[in-house]
């Protein structure tokens, strides 16, 4: 399981995710990863995404640190789709899961 194929061996194996320590953003540790159904503790019930996903299949692999979260769908991640998943707000579909990790890394550096 990764975010994309091939990651398991190009990036997990000399790197396991990072996380800032005050807000705790960053990519995610393997071992920490979640899926949607792991953070609702069951099916999402919610009218703007519920019947598009499956909770189980999508896994977040990025934390803001303030709700929003990079994540891709299991059955997509070969075509590097990923999608921003927000706790408050309905999510963005069909992005580009690096160049979506690139961007989040510049701010949270920048700050």
Known sequence: MGPGAGVSANVLGFHDGFSE????????????????????????????????????RIHLWFSNGAGGYIAQDLDNCKHDEALVWWVRDPPIFNLGFWSLVDEWMVVLFDG
């Open 21 to 56: 320590y005050a807000s705790d953003a960053g990519l995610s540790f393997v071992a920490q990863v979640l899926s949607l159904e792991d953070l609702y503790g069951g099916p999402i019930d919610r009218p703007d995404v519920a019947m598009r996903l499956d909770a189980a």
